[in-house]
């Protein structure tokens, strides 16, 4: 079993776009969670009813994917081009090796169970 687990954030805004792009190449399924955080913008400051306040935490997207590790280039390069906006806080990808995969309805295991 070769499958890689890919965890990516992204700007809240492009998520339809890159589900869109995904679904494209042929991705089944994809977690997604609300998250925040911060990277090299180290969030940025506001200004609420006359107030300026600091955000440390800057709102994202992280997408995870398990996918057969032929894939994975074509998921990286499709995330990262509809995810990119040119500008600071476009986000991360990692890829990992994932040990197993369980489909729990069936029992399969590794490229099965995607």
């Given at each position: 079993m070769n499958v890689k687990y890919i965890v990516a954030t992204i700007k809240p805004f492009l998520?339809?776009?890159v589900r869109e792009a995904l679904v494209g190449i042929g991705?089944?399924?994809i977690m997604v969670t609300?998250?925040?955080g911060f990277g090299a913008q180290s969030g940025h400051t506001e200004i609420y009813r006359g107030a300026?306040?600091?955000v440390?935490?800057?709102p994202k997207m992280k997408l995870e994917i398990a996918a057969p590790?032929?894939?994975v280039d074509q998921?990286?390069?499709t995330i990262t081009t509809?995810?990119?906006t040119g500008k600071i806080g476009d986000g991360k990808v990692f890829v990992m090796d994932l040990q197993q995969a369980v489909r729990v309805r069936t029992g399969e295991t590794g490229d099965d169970a995607l």
């Open positions: 998520l339809e776009d991705i089944r399924g609300e998250i925040k300026e306040y600091t440390n935490y800057v590790d032929d894939m998921i990286v390069s509809s995810a990119r």
